[in-house]
């Protein structure tokens, strides 16, 4: 059964790093996202991309984050100078529009020291 | 906008036993709902999806949900729970015309005891 794959499991960082989270979607899928779930709070939406392009994205993400599918598998979040607050669960997700069910990826456990 | 409340916590049943994880709603658009399950360390798996048509729909491992438009319910059901049914369970709602961007509830976490 296809799925949804994440690279690193785990990153530990200090505080100002630069990150790159890594997920290869589903392949045939054409809309992709990243959730991000703070520890003992809810999952929570940050960014939706179509077509090479950023369709929707969450008050969190900020100019801090990016988002980019360099080939026609990966897509990636960066997080250009990363804080205490950003340390939590990333999580990639696909899916097939118009029904928006997402298929997640296992997700990365981000920890900023 | 879209918010979701999942009422209950945390839910301990014996196995065996029946459950309900409630799930209540708000939009000013219309919605799709879903129920996914998360299992420790491991990633969000769709449990089932109303989409339209019959309120009742049934998903995977035995679990279904109805969904009330009058109450904006999507309450999660399974009349016999085993131990591996312990994970948490979040309910989420994803607008019509913006499919993919979900709202989540904090979640329910459902321990299945012995």
């Known amino acids: 059964e296809p799925e949804v794959t994440q690279t690193p499991s785990h990153q530990v960082t200090q505080m100002g790093q630069e990150v790159i989270l890594r997920c290869v979607p589903i392949?045939?899928?054409?809309?992709f996202y990243w959730y991000r779930q703070i520890l003992g709070q809810k999952v929570e939406f940050l960014v939706s991309?179509?077509?090479?392009?950023?369709?929707?994205k969450s008050e969190i993400f900020d100019d801090q984050f990016s988002v980019e599918r360099p080939d026609g598998s990966n897509f990636t979040l960066k997080i250009r100078s990363t804080k205490l607050e950003d340390s939590a669960m990333y999580f990639c997700?696909?899916?097939?529009?118009?029904?928006?069910?997402?298929?997640f990826g296992e997700g990365s456990r981000l920890t900023v020291l | 906008a879209q918010s979701v409340t999942q009422l209950d916590s945390q839910v301990p049943v014996f196995e065996e036993a029946p459950v309900e994880l409630r799930c209540n709603y708000s939009s000013s658009v219309s919605v799709y709902l879903f129920w996914y399950v998360q299992y420790p360390n491991q990633g969000l798996q769709l449990l089932l999806k109303y989409l339209s048509g019959s309120t009742l729909v049934k998903g995977i491992n035995g679990f279904e949900a109805e969904f009330n438009k009058s109450q904006t319910s999507f309450h999660l059901r399974k009349p016999s729970v085993h131990i591996s049914d312990t994970a948490e369970y979040f309910c989420a709602v994803s607008p019509k015309t913006n499919a993919g961007k979900s709202t989540f509830g904090d979640g329910t976490t459902l321990t299945v005891k012995p």
């Open positions: 392949s045939n899928h054409l809309y």
């Open positions: 991309f179509y077509n090479n392009e950023i369709s929707e």
């Open positions: 997700a696909s899916g097939v529009r118009p029904t928006g069910e997402l298929f």
